[in-house]
């Protein structure tokens, strides 16, 4: 019993560390994290990024098997085989089947006691037969193809080409993730300064509502005016909480896209912003040329319909191989053990050449069915390359407008706030009404809540224009 208990307590032991070993990191820091730092527990812990790298695990594979149709085929092979036999029928000459064993008399021709040959007759039993014998024999053969037509070039060509493609691909990965990653960090600063709006908004409101209640007790206001303020007050505390529920949730979208457990907490340093006019449109599109992977996967993707093309009219052409097999075999008896040993030998050597001269025009049709996915991966390609220029300039001009729209709702901001803070001090002195004040509370709000929203479309239109690119602007 206390045996079964251990083996219990072993097992749970051991799905725990399974089960700990699946859950995925947590993150707590004190200290902000910056983008890069981001980006780099993505790249370690992205499900989607890990499941890319596999691919990379073939490319060696791919190499091997790409060199490896160049070179001989080896195989090996042995073979041990016991046979049992046993006959208990026989065939008799009227076509009749009988059993064994059987009784039958004979007669034979046999001397006598004086030495004179006599006549006599005998009964002879005739019993199943059965036996037992085994085999031993072993062969090796090695085949070497001299020409395929050119085929294993091209294949070889394709592989090669396969293997940057992953290699590409893994990058694009990389880089798409890059991209997220900051457009959602861009999501959660924004929210964390929306969240601090609204509590500003908020004190305004808590502010606004005790000077309206000091106010009408002097007789200055309306209870109205009271009333008013004190929804005001509680529209603002809701707005928190609706803000601060969407924070979180933005966080765990994060956290998600990071590969670490949701419930990791981390302040987010904030990168500082870039002008538009530091970049070149043109030189913009230069480098979106040079850096788009997909881009460069549709290059090579061009490139192995092409080597598709002449491997399929390597078809055309004769195979010619050589060979050799060396093989070895022995018949023995039951009573024999097998052998590795076996003394009947047999050596061959051959070569072999085959053409096929005519198989219905299959090969005319795969000919021209390589040559039409050739044309289209190039026109895929033209149409990638237009698309990536004008994806360039459409995301550079978006980020001008964008940028020059941030300036003005900043100069808005400006201008609210001191019309907010003109009216307060008016409001205070009485030289103007609760709804003077609340006009220029909405304008502020609003100020500010239109330069927060063109400050992160500004970030996600300069995340826009790095995919566009292919590149880190930063």
């Known amino acids: 019993m206390r045996s079964v208990i251990w083996w219990v307590v072993i097992w749970g032991i051991m799905l725990g560390c399974v089960q700990a070993a699946e859950r995925p990191v947590r993150i707590d820091s004190q200290s902000p994290l910056s983008l890069d730092s981001l980006v780099s527990i993505g790249l370690r812990n992205n499900p989607q990024v890990r499941q890319s790298e596999l691919a990379l695990k073939l490319n060696r594979v791919g190499d091997l098997a790409a060199i490896g149709r160049f070179l001989p085929t080896i195989s090996l092979g042995l073979d041990f085989s016991e046979s049992q036999f046993e006959n208990r029928t026989f065939r008799n000459p009227d076509g009749s089947v009988s059993s064994l064993p059987i009784s039958f008399e004979e007669v034979v021709i046999v001397p006598d006691s004086n030495g004179q040959l006599q006549l006599d007759t005998i009964t002879v039993t005739q019993n199943p037969t059965e036996g037992k014998s085994r085999s031993s024999s072993w062969n090796v053969n090695a085949n070497l193809s001299l020409f395929e037509g050119g085929q294993r070039i091209f294949l070889y060509r394709i592989a090669q080409a396969q293997?940057?493609?992953?290699?590409?691909?893994?990058?694009?990965?990389?880089?798409?993730?890059?991209?997220?990653?900051?457009?959602?960090?861009?999501?959660?600063?924004?929210?964390?300064?929306?969240?601090?709006?609204?509590?500003?908004?908020?004190d305004q409101r808590q502010d606004a509502f005790d000077l309206a209640k000091a106010r009408f007790e002097v007789g200055a206001v309306t209870e109205l005016d009271v009333l008013q303020a004190e929804i005001e007050l509680g529209t603002a505390e809701n707005t928190i909480a609706s803000s601060e529920r969407e924070l979180e949730?933005?966080?765990?979208?994060?956290?998600?896209?990071?590969?670490?457990?949701?419930?990791?907490?981390?302040?987010?340093?904030?990168?500082?912003?870039?002008?538009?006019?530091?970049?070149?449109?043109?030189?913009?599109?230069?480098?979106?040329?040079?850096?788009?992977?997909?881009?460069?996967?549709?290059?090579?993707?061009?490139?192995?319909?092409?080597?598709?093309?002449?491997?399929?009219?390597?078809?055309?052409?004769?195979?010619?191989?050589?060979?050799?097999?060396?093989?070895?075999?022995?018949?023995?008896?039951?009573?024999?053990?097998?052998?590795?040993?076996?003394?009947?030998?047999?050596?061959?050597?051959y070569a072999s050449l085959s053409w096929n001269i005519f198989d219905g025009f299959a090969r005319e049709y795969d000919v021209q069915s390589k040559r039409v996915d050739l044309q289209r991966a190039k026109e895929s390609e033209r149409d990638l390359r237009l698309s990536v220029e004008r994806g360039v300039r459409e995301a550079f001009r978006n980020l001008e407008t964008v940028y020059d729209q941030m300036q003005i709702t900043n100069r808005n901001r400006e201008l609210a706030n001191r019309t907010l803070e003109l009216e307060r001090e008016r409001y205070r002195l009485g030289a103007t009404s609760a709804l003077s004040l609340r006009d220029a509370q909405v304008t502020y709000e609003r100020a500010e809540t239109d330069h927060l929203s063109k400050e992160l479309e500004y970030q996600s239109s300069l995340i826009a224009l790095e995919l566009a690119v292919g590149k880190a602007l930063r």
């Open 163 to 202: 293997k940057k493609i992953n290699t590409l691909s893994v990058e694009e990965a990389h880089k798409t993730l890059t991209r997220t990653i900051a457009q959602q960090v861009v999501g959660v600063l924004t929210l964390e300064k929306v969240v601090a709006l609204n509590k500003r908004l908020r």
């Open 249 to 349: 949730k933005r966080r765990e979208e994060l956290n998600q896209t990071l590969g670490i457990a949701l419930e990791s907490r981390f302040p987010i340093s904030e990168a500082g912003g870039l002008s538009p006019y530091q970049f070149e449109l043109d030189n913009l599109v230069s480098q979106a040329w040079q850096n788009r992977t997909d881009l460069e996967i549709a290059v090579l993707q061009v490139k192995q319909a092409r080597s598709n093309v002449g491997y399929s009219k390597g078809a055309y052409l004769p195979r010619v191989s050589i060979g050799a097999s060396r093989s070895a075999s022995e018949q023995s008896g039951a009573d024999q053990a097998f052998t590795l040993d076996p003394r009947n030998r047999n050596t061959t050597y």
